[in-house]
């Protein structure tokens, strides 16, 4: 990092916990045909996992709506029906796509269309949320589903992944942690620290209003993450080698222009 850069604190975002979505489902299972809301409450208590009902409502809910369990209702002659839950899958599935990263603020028109269902592991359920009634990963795995994508099929989504990058705070320990598991663990580091050469550079070619607005930005946000020692994970190897060429081929141009556009300075 540069020696010129001001350290301050990072917070990092709230996540549901995916240890409690974990064991829930262990005892849906083990629960059979009697899982109902009550039995599930009961063994969920016993076992120390949850005690309070709405609670459980929100960890169920989240699971139906990650097509990992099914719920169906029956009448047992109560005022409020009997709901009964069945496991549907082993890994819960999440919306990933440009019109996701639309509603996390991606400032470009994109089609509704541009979304697709992945699979996830739990941390990820955890990590996701609900926009506008789609179950949506979160940001950091669907910049990361996105880089991805591009690595293997040249999809052009990299100026995306570069807006978002460049301009929100993440949890980079997670993002980085995602990227090598899918393999541009590297070509996303290498990504980082040209962001960071160029928003450093003395001189460019580029309209000082949008400069100077990118720069301010993401050396922000590079302070924040150097505060809190993340940083050092981007200096790290990184694991696979998809995307490395479509990094190494960007431009100056190519990055502030893609931070500008996202910033609203570009005109």
Known sequence: MPVGLILQALPLPRTSDARRATELTKIVRMLGEAASFRNILREAARAGVLRDNKTLRLYLDLLVESRVLKVRTRDVGSVRLQQLYTMSSEKPKVSVGLAILGRYGLNWEVPETERRIVSTDFEGLGRSQILDSTLAASLEDCLIQEFYMDARRETSALSFVIAMLSTKKLDL????????????????????????????????EIAASVFLAVRAQFLKIARQYAQSGFWKLVDEKGV???GIRLVKCLTEHDVIMAAGKQLGVTG
């Open 173 to 204: 320990p997670y993002l980085l942690r995602r990227a090598d598991e899918m393999h541009v663990g590297k070509a996303v580091r290498i990504l980082l620290n040209r962001i960071l050469e160029f928003t450093s550079s003395r001189e460019t």
């Open 240 to 242: 696979g080698n998809l």
